[in-house]
């Protein structure tokens, strides 16, 4: 009984809570409705002005709307008319693209005909090249055998012959390890001599060497600087002038340098001969590849291509495997002893012919057994900075 008057109280104090909130939620609401029917009373003026905004603007977007319809009308009757014309001018660009087509179809076949025609000059253009190109060797090879003929060289030719028949000429091919000579001649450049161009030279695998170093007229310390490399196989023979040569310019260029190649052919003492110039190197295995191949194919004289340093820095590949002029230098061959018989002529440049190539014309003439050896094996460095002339005291020049 205890617990069910307490359950009783509790539920009536809920109730009274409950009412005391609803009229405290009466009250708010009283309050709330008076301010509203105030506020209302104000704002109905402003709905009725609203309301007189609203219809004026209502009526405008109707008179605007009425004036766009005319409008609609007017743009609908141009599209009609629009429509209309494009029919008409499609009528005309099928046309314009049937004419497109069969002016292609015309150029594209005349196009082909005179591609045809250029082919056909081009392939007259190669053979007429050709021709050219052959009747230029059949012409040069004419005017070699009669300048050969009348430089003497005939007399030379039949002595080769003959003198392949004898146990001298053929030791070169016999000999375990036949001397080999390399020529240099030099003037002025002892460090390009020294660092370079001795400097490969020495470093060659093929090892039993006669390295003969021409001064040509040398007036400074390159006799001192050779011996102090201390090495034996060097010989070091300094003429007592410079030249005599033509006066600076393309005529010198010609022969510079023959005096002291002249000199290296009487001091030779090398079964075979190469060259290489003071200022150019080559492969460490140029002298031993050179003498397998000579003795492989019982060459007489053997050329084979080089580097050639160009005016940007970069190195081409020089020599198209034939013996003419151009495509050959001193420092690209290698030949047996016999033909230092044949000088070097100083007056080659009266001809306009470089001296190196003057002589191997004449070698050519003999007929001596070629062989081509496919490899760059020296390094051609041309110097393209203009260098001063300076004589010599006393010097002497050719006319």
Not at 46 to 74: C, M, P, Q
Not at 151 to 159: N, P, S
Not at 237 to 261: D, F, S, T
């Amino acid at each position: 009984m205890q617990r069910e008057g307490a359950a009783l109280r509790a539920a009536r104090a809920e109730i009274a809570a409950l009412r005391a909130e609803m009229e405290q939620l009466s009250t708010s609401f009283r309050e709330f409705r008076d301010g509203t029917a105030a506020d209302l009373g104000t704002s109905g003026g402003h709905i009725d002005d609203l309301r007189g905004g609203f219809y004026g603007f209502r009526d405008h977007v109707l008179a605007e709307l009425g004036a766009t319809s005319w409008k609609i009308e007017e743009l609908r009757g141009f599209r009609e008319h629009a429509l209309a014309h494009l029919g008409s001018t499609g009528s005309h660009i099928d046309d314009l693209r049937g004419g497109f087509y069969g002016f292609r179809e015309h150029a594209l076949k005349e196009l082909d005909e005179r591609s045809r025609r250029i082919d056909g000059v081009r392939a007259e253009l190669g053979m007429f090249k050709d021709s050219v190109a052959w009747d230029h060797n059949y012409e040069r090879s004419r005017i070699d055998y009669a300048l050969g003929t009348l430089e003497g060289m005939e007399a030379l030719r039949l002595e080769l012959i003959e003198a392949r028949t004898t146990p001298e000429f053929q030791a070169a091919y016999e000999e375990d390890e036949p001397l080999i000579t390399v020529c240099t001649g030099t003037a002025g450049r002892p460090d390009l001599l020294i660092d370079r161009c001795l400097s490969s030279l020495r470093a060659q695998t093929y090892t039993n060497l006669q390295i003969l170093v021409i001064g040509d007229g040398c007036i400074d310390d390159t006799g001192e600087r050779i011996a102090a490399l201390g090495d034996p196989r060097i010989e070091f023979v300094n003429l007592p002038e410079r030249g005599p040569y033509p006066k600076p310019g393309v005529e010198r260029w010609n022969v510079a340098g023959m005096n002291a190649a002249n000199a290296s052919n009487r001091l030779s003492r090398g079964q075979f001969i190469a060259f290489l110039d003071d200022d150019d190197s080559c492969e460490t295995n140029r002298i031993e590849m050179l003498l397998a191949a000579a003795r492989a194919q019982r060459a007489e004289f053997l050329w084979h291509p080089f580097w050639y340093l160009q005016r940007d820095g970069s190195w081409q590949r020089w020599g198209n495997g034939r013996l003419e002029h151009t495509q050959i230098t001193n420092s690209s061959v290698f030949y047996h002893r016999f033909f230092t018989k044949l000088p070097w002529d100083i007056n080659a440049y009266r001809i306009a012919e470089p001296g190196d190539w003057n002589r191997f014309r004449k070698i050519k003439y003999l007929r001596p057994r070629l062989a081509f050896v496919d490899e760059p094996l020296t390094w051609y460095h041309r110097s393209y900075e203009s260098q001063e002339f300076a004589p010599h005291e006393g010097e002497r020049f050719l006319d």
